[in-house]
DNA sequence: TTGAAAGCGCTAACAA
DNA sequence: TTGTTAGCGCTTTCAA
């Protein structure tokens, strides 16, 4: 059932169901009556591709993650599809994976399908290849990366740096000396907290200590088996993510140590794990949320033709203390 | 930069670039050579529009769930997304939250949209009224309900009754008679589990005792806390939730008992939270992963123009033993 | 207030 | 092998 079928039956012409369909006011109230009484009695629905096809736009955006399974990127996600749902646009979730290629492959797709803006959560989006067809998309399509960088992107980033660096200050405060961090995998985002932590260290005149492991419950766990053959007589582990941190919990409170008392660990994210793990975990709230909301915000005015000069906003985490410190 | 553009600047009908594009055969070798530098000297993207309007689709899917921030929805919705996107779909993320009217809403937005199927995760969408424009809309679109029930719709069904009742019994085998069960508010599958509690403890003569309280942490805990005003002799406690039930766990070891010993858990989902909860729970995975690799290719079965005569599937959870029991 | 007609950018049948 | 033409289902001038 399309309009010239309705405009046949109420024996008007498309012009006048599309003014209708539209409620522009120039139509004769009893052809609009008309008119309606046909619309309803089918249950018409009018194409939005075709729709889409005259304005140039189906009204869609595209969000990029590494994996929605990742509670922040969950979090961020969720924040941004509310936000465009109210602003009359609906969200392609993409799970890109960590590889390249794959992310490629995915703006490529977007970009046949004109999606009106595009929103690309995570650090990884930083390292993408710098080649033609993604400066011709993001010429053609306004593009916002949230935590990470791309030319010809705006930028929503989170202070990872300072972050950390505040985890390290509250220990500090505790009266710590030694403390250690756990590194995770890869990141360029991971490489900002690393590099929060050294700064924080040097500031106090502290010696880092440095550990690598797999982002997980098991990495975390596996991570203090190594950290307590050779502590260097650390008192306190910052860990990059709130999983990493509760693995490390998990494994100094079975092998008998008690946190806080002989050791303080603090985690990442102010994710839910840090309120399973027991006990809670001192975290940093990366605020994902403010992160989604200020990235869809920034798209949608794009979307809307400003503009802004404004090549990048930056988000300051707050640290949530619990009584893993 | 449209296909006429190319056209007049390779000298050759719209239709040979629309061949060349295609990849038909019936080209000369030399003047597809001639329109495919053109295209390329252009990056020229066809519109994925202007192809949905006469092919009548923009190879859309929509995922309804009530918040991917759910680690459960997010396990289904991600397995949804990568099987679509390997048959050439992209994925609409919704989050429709709980209220029905807003449901609604996302499916006549979707129904305009035209898109290809729609996935329902989750059971609150068997509650949705069965009216006319919901009528309209599956018999024009296919519909999966994955976990629930509407009508016109072809179902993938978790057996959570068979579930829960796999805890139960775990937890006879292990010796206890005395087994309480917290439910978590309102939904039908929260009333499958419960059923499934019940019938299992009818089937060895144990008399049920159901607490009920809000699925969260702190629900979990705020329930242990009620719970042990008055246990009725119980030594076990059955959770729909893994996250409940690690709030269960967590107030427990707070006020001095000791899990399992002094009170076993069991929760549901075999989440991140029944590994990071201390000790680990034992729970049940209810798969979502198969849940939605079934769901999605039900759905694409079902565009594919096959009119299955099977309604619904239905996918068996499994036991997860931890430490909790 | 209404209708006719020209697009939007593509595909596909039919002719040449 | 190539081009012409008629759609796909809508919006939007421009006339009437």
New interface residues.
């Given amino acids: 059932m399309n309009i010239y079928d309705i405009a046949k039956e109420a024996g008007v012409s498309i012009s006048t169901v599309s003014r209708v369909l539209n409620g522009k006011r120039n139509v004769n109230a009893e052809t609009r009556r008309k008119v309606e009484a046909v619309l309803t009695a089918h249950?018409y629905?009018?194409?939005?591709?075709?729709q889409?096809?005259v304005s140039?736009s189906?009204r869609?955006v595209?969000?990029l993650m590494v994996?929605?399974?990742i509670?922040n990127y969950?979090?961020a996600?969720?924040v941004v599809?509310?936000e465009c749902?109210h602003r009359g646009y609906?969200?392609?979730?993409?799970?890109t994976g960590t590889v390249h290629s794959d992310s490629m492959r995915y703006l490529e797709?977007?970009?046949?399908?004109?999606v009106d803006g595009i929103i690309m959560i995570g650090s990884v989006y930083s390292e993408l290849i710098d080649s033609?067809?993604i400066t011709?998309l993001t010429q053609r399509i306004p593009c916002v990366v949230a935590n990470g960088k791309l030319p010809g992107c705006y930028s929503v980033l989170i202070d990872d740096f300072a972050g950390i660096g505040a985890a390290v200050e509250h220990l500090v405060e505790k009266g710590h000396r030694n403390i250690a961090y756990f590194k995770d995998m890869g990141t360029d985002s991971a490489r900002r907290k690393l590099n929060g932590y050294q700064a924080a260290m040097r500031r106090h005149g502290l010696e880092p200590y440095v550990l690598e492991g797999e982002s997980s419950?098991e990495g975390g766990m596996e991570g203090a088996a190594r950290f307590l053959e050779d502590r260097r007589g650390c008192t306190a582990m910052v860990c990059g993510e709130d999983?990493t941190a509760?693995g490390m919990?998990?494994a100094f409170?079975?092998k008998g140590f008690r946190v806080p008392e002989d050791m303080a660990v603090t985690g990442y994210n102010a994710s839910?794990?840090a309120?399973?793990?027991?006990p809670t975990l001192t975290t940093v709230d990366n605020r994902p949320e403010m992160m989604g909301l200020m990235s869809a915000q920034l798209l949608s005015s794009l979307m809307d033709g400003q503009t802004e000069r404004c090549a990048s906003i930056t988000v300051q985490p707050a640290l949530v203390v619990g009584k893993s410190t």
Avoid: F, W
């Fill in positions: 249950n629905v009018p194409s939005a591709i075709a889409g096809l140039r189906m869609t595209a969000v994996d929605v399974r509670p969950a979090r996600a969720h599809e509310s749902a609906n969200v392609l979730m993409c799970n797709i977007l970009s046949r399908r004109q033609p067809s011709n419950l999983i509760a919990v998990k409170v079975q839910l794990y309120r399973i793990c027991e």
